[in-house]
């Protein structure tokens, strides 16, 4: 039984949450968010991700249907951990539910669920999904403490926030973008111990993807906005399958 996943190719998720914000800066259907997960899929990605998000401001009720019924890849949807998201969760069943930590006024997932602190309601809230036979994942920020509260909730993978890597990267603060990607690593090794599964997500992108990828505990990558800029200039399909190579080489 290897003790890392090194040696296995790691998985993508695309994101595909800002083809539908596209669509809605116009209403109408176009650009459809069914063809971008059936491209995503041709071009070789392991899951589709997308988040409802309360104001609906990108992926509406009736895309996560479409997208199910379109695609043969898993999904992976994201949601806040609120009645209404557990109901439309439930009705459909995907394969993984994702929960995150969602503020009206924010501009994207902005940090980590706070676990520790909400054992009793989280553990309460995510059984009913687990039980309906979704795999339940909790999006949290690479802490020790988190890490074992996700673990003692009954979730069965943790995805690890990067977005303060990919900051740190931008900003070009190699110290700092340094010691987050310790925490990312004793994190992930933590999780691992624990028996969670172990994903990774928010902000990556051909420059910072490397040394993540490189983690080998990680199992899955979740990409979505550099994804769809990219897919701009070159296309969705060569975006991914870029996006792929670069994750594959980190992984050797
Ligand atoms: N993973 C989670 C849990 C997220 O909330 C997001 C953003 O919606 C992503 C991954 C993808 O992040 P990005 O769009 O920056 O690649």
Redesign the pocket.
Known sequence: MPLTHADTPLRL?V?I??VATLRNARGGRDPDPVRAALLAQQAGADGI?L?LREDRRHIVDADLPAIMAAVSLPINF?MAATAEMQAIALAHKPHAV?I?PERREER??EGGLAVAGETARLGAFIAPLAAAGSRVSL?IAPDEAQVEAAAAVGAQVV?L?V?AY?DYCAEGDEEARDAELRKLFSAAALAQDLGLEVHA????NFDNVGPIAAIPELVEL??????LGEAVFVGLEAAIREMRRQMNLARM
Do not use: A, K, M
Not at 201 to 204: D, E, N, P, R
């Open positions: 998720g994101n949450d800002h991700t988040h994201e994702c995150v994207t997932t999006f995805e926030h977005g990919c997500g928010h902000g990556l979740n990409i979505g906005h550099f994804l």
